[in-house]
């Protein structure tokens, strides 16, 4: 039954090869700065699969911390960068999340405070 | 003999579901038209594609820890749609144009 295993390494290795080429694809071609960062964070799931179906293959269990590791790599990247452009950017939207700057559809004239 | 042939034949179904769920989203992230649409297909399918890879390889691999398996489940359970709802967010709040069925709209 090994063979079968065999068999899904070539198909999973060249799927999960597609999804790397489409993240640096939007990397190179993202209209804004928010689909690079996008391009990016699917560029390092590919790369989490990518451990994975290797050590399937292999059948070891050494590269489990790889992959908790490039995980967390990706994701503080994501966030240390969205910190970045969230400082940067002239806030279009009201200062706070909780009071809308417009009524909601529901909500009748009298009754606000 | 033959539990060894079940795990390993559900092993490699596995491994072929999460391949095909990843490579929908990469399309999802090639294709869609909108950086919110984008970010929902890296939220969800890539979600799932990575988990399903994820429980191939635990049931693949006979000496693997459990608990390490389900730790790296739940860290990319808990990762991958956070990052996407911060694409959202800083999209939402620099007003980027949305795609719908009848057009760009600025909001």
Known sequence: MKTLLAAVYPLDWALIFLVGLAGAWRIVRGPTVLDRLLGFDALTVAVCALIAVHSIRTRTADYMELIIVVTGLGFFTTVAFFYYLIQTTPNSRSSSLDEPDRPAPGARKGDGA | ?107
């Open chain 2, 1 to 107: 003999m033959s539990m060894e042939l079940i795990i390993s034949g559900l092993a490699a179904l596995l491994a072929v579901a999460g391949g095909f769920f990843l490579m929908v989203a990469g399309v999802g992230v090639l294709r869609l038209p909108d950086a919110y649409c984008r970010s929902h297909a890296l939220g969800k399918a890539m979600t799932l594609g990575i988990i399903c890879i994820l429980l191939a390889m635990g049931l693949a691999i006979p000496d693997l820890a459990w608990w390490k398996v389900a730790l790296a489940v739940a860290f990319q359970l808990v990762t991958i749609p956070v990052a996407s709802h911060l694409f959202c967010l800083i999209a939402y709040r620099r007003r980027l144009r949305r795609w719908s069925v009848s057009g760009w709209t600025l909001d």
